[in-house]
């Protein structure tokens, strides 16, 4: 018999504005498993306050405390973990230890399209946009967008759909007047095709965009000093249990905080057994991890564990880099994010960005989406020329700082 999707997710949303909402999901377990629902629970804006895992390597429980917003979209939400649960193929009667060779294959790239879209330049255009693609859950995989002498802005987004309709009509006329309702009479034309995955190859930064961004992985310090906190307590104890290897952390919180560990956790192909998350005082909080390698055995190789507590050490004090250079007499902004193993980005951070240089009435110039490797690691890389010609004189520390606040959800 298979298990209902009602039974797999079950949210009870709080009577109270500012209340945290519960999510419960009761589901079979598999390696990243945290880390994919965390990352949807960022990508719809939510900020966990409390969280509570369990399983026994076959099935899971685990309790989301969070904070919604008037807009969160909850019948959506409750979907798109119910489809990333792997009880979403149980609710048809299948196990996963029976599944044909086609069916335990990696899932199928979603098709690209191009959108294109000229539009009159004002401050604010770029937030527009992107909010209204994340609102249909349309995801940003890379964007061209610069600036004529004429004030005319021509945007390139490679998107694809998380519903996976952007193909037909009715989806595109759709795309079509949700633009039309946020950019107005500005609007001069718009435009989707299919586009092949090769349009969107990995490009590599210059040298010195490499050497400002990535310096840290050297000398584990960031060079514009932006960090979550420098107090990120982590100790590890391998003698209180005889199946775990226990992990306490104590650090301050930001936005998508959790996410970060999962994935750190997901990259490492680390099992959580239990763990409980707790927000107190302020930002403050601290996570208990009870967990066991691939082979459901603890962790008992010092160079391992060294290497998982340094990574995990890292991505708490910086889960993005965000630095403001001078281009000759030109400012721009580059924001950098870690890659999963699994090629996934980080959720909403161009979303993040517009909105923070929309606050501050900063306009854009230019923007580019790309990719970076270095040593064995892939990074997301955001270049924003600065339009300070059209823009409020802002200290270039002052702009870096509203980003940087923005991205950690601390406004």
């Not at 949807?40 to 904070?67: A, H």
């Not at 940003?140 to 759909?161: A, C, H, N």
């Not at 190789?301 to 290497?307: E, F, I, M, P, R």
């Not at 507590?309 to 403001?324: D, F, G, H, S």
């Amino acid at each position: 018999m298979g298990i209902l999707s009602d039974d797999v997710v079950i949210i009870n949303q709080s009577e109270k504005e500012g209340d945290p909402s519960v999510i419960t999901i009761n589901c079979p377990d598999k390696t990243g498993l945290g880390c994919d629902l965390c990352r949807i629970l960022l990508f719809f804006g939510l900020n966990i306050v409390r969280g509570d895992v369990s399983t026994d390597g076959k099935w899971c429980y685990l309790v989301f405390w969070v904070i919604g917003k008037p807009n969160t979209r909850w019948n959506l939400l409750k979907m798109r973990l119910v489809e990333a649960s792997p009880s979403f193929s149980w609710a048809f009667g299948i196990s996963r230890c029976y599944l044909s060779d086609s069916e335990s294959q990696p899932p199928k790239l979603p098709d690209l399209f191009l959108l294109k879209l000229a539009c009159s330049d004002r401050t604010g255009l770029l937030y527009d946009v992107t909010e209204v693609l994340y609102k249909l859950e349309i995801n940003i995989e890379k964007v061209k967008i610069s600036t004529t002498p004429d004030g005319k802005v021509m945007d390139l987004f490679f998107v694809t759909d998380t519903r996976e309709l952007l193909g037909t009509v009715k989806r595109r006329d759709e795309v079509h007047e949700y633009l039309r309702n946020a950019i107005g009479d500005s609007m001069i034309s718009y435009d989707i095709e299919l586009v092949g995955p090769e349009i969107t190859a990995r490009s590599q930064a210059s040298s010195s965009v490499a050497e400002t961004l990535f310096s840290s992985d050297v000398s584990g310090e960031h060079p514009s000093g932006l960090q979550t906190s420098s107090n990120v307590s982590i100790t590890v104890d391998n003698s209180l249990s005889s199946a775990h290897t226990i992990i306490h952390i104590t650090c301050q919180d930001h936005k998508g905080l959790l996410y970060d560990i999962m994935r750190t956790f997901k990259d490492f192909n680390i099992q959580i057994s239990y763990g409980r998350f707790t927000i107190k005082r302020g930002r403050n909080c601290e996570i208990d991890l009870f967990i066991v390698q691939s082979d459901g055995r603890k962790i008992l190789d010092s160079s391992k564990l060294n290497a998982l507590i340094t990574r995990l050490r890292a991505e708490l004090q910086q889960p993005l880099r965000v630095v403001m250079m001078n281009r000759g007499p030109d400012t721009e902004l580059l924001v950098t994010n870690p890659v999963e193993l699994s090629g996934k980005g980080r959720p909403q951070v161009f979303h993040d960005i517009a909105l923070a240089l929309k606050k501050i009435n900063t306009c854009i110039f230019s923007a580019e989406i790309g990719r970076h490797v270095t040593g064995d690691r892939e990074w997301e890389v955001y270049k924003v020329l600065i339009n300070e010609e059209d823009s409020l004189p802002i200290p270039k520390s002052k702009i870096e700082e509203q980003v940087w606040n923005t991205l950690m959800g601390w406004e």
